[in-house]
């Protein structure tokens, strides 16, 4: 699946960040399955008995998504760190460019009265945009087909909405604990480092979570009734001001830095309850080898293309979203195979109460006067999304069956 | 029967091991760790004596897998007939260079101060030895590729897979079974292209796993390609091309996976 970079970076590339986050989930489960831990804000997998939280984004309560531009990225970060501070959990930030203080106080305000049944699965959307569900007069094809889940689908119970227009109050926030990790205040003047296969800003980062999971006991020494989730948010790794050069050389000195503390981080998270948001500035990663790595040391990576600042902003075809989600991975934690969702065109856009991700559908093409060049472009994104097999592509290419 | 259509096609069979046998996985836009909980729990109904290193998941992971492949881990490992590393467990300690330094730990290159995998070798040295009830000897990596990310050089993960197959191969007559995830540009020369390559001409049966060339699709999730030697008295020598070769496509479930024929899902069928 070819994550499709078509947006062109004129002016400065730090204020368009192209970043994907990836998630970490635990697989820390208790041995008794007859007791069920409850830990508010988290819920039991039916399919393999992991504890799932939800990230704050009802829609991502499974899969994390990644924008190209920090600003849909950024925001999905605190919509993540907001939900653990609504459910009570423990918030770890850990930053390197802005200060993690001012993150937090930037998260944004949970809606807290209830939401009316019909405007909560934002993950359902039928394949059509008829109001009438019963019969479909046009598109009757589309009738038979299940509605379309994006395997994200979940209950209003289960996660919070949020107005991104308002920010959380304090009080809100301060009832929470809340720990940061801020590079420049951590890397001592000198480093004396030796050779290691990371770095001393991941190595400090890492040591951090790992001393934060031994006092608080989210390895599974804290009593049973004071257990909680520790949620991790870690923004923008991999950039310079990581200390790392993977952003700045096809051919990184420090190469393996990244993917050995994800590898660490993966090794806490196995064995403790917490889970992790990662960012990570992909567009600015030259060498592809290295984000692929970073992909597969993770659980689920979802990438956002956002279509500010490209020529897709105004093309018509895309006017209902602000950018394109792409599925790079999804997780298949103790078990055989993993929850696929039907497809992986996927879009987003950002709405004042509700970041709602849908199965992306392009408007039918009704016009006989339409020009050619647009039907070019209808396949030509269709082939950039590498849709399923039979899609509105035009191309000649050979289909295998 | 954990995979019908292919145990057929290769021979495979709890009642029949081939000996001496040099199994590589890989896959590119897929995941072949379906392929590796299969092997792991056909191995071990086998009554091998297995030494399995996990490097990417935990060892509750590959249980909960094995079991709803029939086959229980736990119980394995404390009778003695699988011995397990969970490169999971150690692996801060070692990054974070807590501890002492030492030859004993199998993990022991993530601290930086080794450059090859002596301490990972001998600790397969020491599970694979020792004839008892279990036999022959399998040593299975999951996977191989990781290494990479952690900064060890693509000649001593071919130095370390040369010294495994010696012993386990040749002086044990027993199967190995490893894992290399590459990424989709095959012309990329560097790391998991190089060692893939390298490994191809070292094995005697290769699986490859790829994601379908037309797109993502819910029912069939990818295709397989195994190429193999001939094997038998007009067969080429250890040196021998993998000439034999089939394509099939497979669909991994709750408890197993299904191959078929190209165009034959029933998805689509």
Known sequence: MNMAMSVSNTGERRSQQNTRPACNTTSFQKKSRSKLVSIPGTRPSVQNGQLIVSTGVTSLDYVIEEDKYDSYSRMLLKYFLAEGVVCGHHVFLGSARDPPDEIMQDLPAPILDDIPSNAVNMGQVTACDSEDQGSMKIAWRYQNLPKVQTALASSSRFGHYYDASKTMARELREAVKCSTFFLPHELPAESHAEPSPISEAYRLLLRSIQELIRQEGFDGTAPQKSRNILRIGLHSLGSPLWADDICCEEKPTQASSLTSFLYGLRALLRSSLCTCMVTVPSHLIQNRAIMDRVTRLCDTAIALESFRGSERETNPLYKDYHGLLHVKQTPHLNCLVCEAPDTKDLAFKLKRKQFSIERLHLPPDLSDTVSRSSKADVAESARLLSSACGGLATSNKHLDF | ?269
């Open chain 2, 1 to 269: 029967m954990m995979l019908p259509d292919l145990g057929s096609l290769l021979g495979f069979s709890t009642e029949k091991i081939e000996k001496g046998d040099f199994i590589l996985l890989s896959d590119r836009n897929a995941d072949a760790s379906f392929l590796i909980n299969h092997f792991l729990s056909l191995y071990l109904r086998a009554g091998c004596k297995v030494c399995f290193l996990g490097l990417v998941q935990s060892f509750s992971h590959y249980s909960a897998v094995a079991l709803r492949l029939g086959v229980n881990l736990v119980q394995a490992r404390e009778q003695g007939q699988l011995v397990f590393l969970e490169g999971l467990k150690d692996s801060v300690g070692q990054l974070l260079q807590q501890g002492p330094d030492s030859e004993a730990y199998p993990m022991g290159f993530l601290r930086g101060s080794q450059t090859d995998l002596r301490s990972l070798f001998r600790f397969v040295q020491r599970s694979v030895g020792g004839a008892g009830e279990w036999s022959p000897s399998i040593l299975l990596v999951d996977d191989l590729s990781v290494l990479l990310s952690l900064g060890v050089s693509v000649e001593a993960i071919l130095d370390f897979s040369h010294y495994c197959r010696t012993t386990v191969c040749h002086q044990l007559q027993g199967n190995m079974v490893m894992l290399v995830r590459v990424g989709e540009d095959e012309d990329d020369e560097e790391g998991p292209e190089l060692l893939l390559k390298a490994l191809t001409h070292q094995c005697s049966l290769a699986l490859s796993i790829q994601g379908l060339p037309t797109g993502y699709c819910r029912d069939i999730h990818g295709q397989v390609e195994v190429r193999w030697k001939e094997r038998g008295p007009g067969a080429a020598g250890p040196g021998g091309a993998l000439a034999q070769k089939k394509l099939l496509q497979y669909k991994v479930h709750d408890k197993g996976v299904s191959f078929f024929a190209r165009g034959t899902s029933s998805a689509v069928l």
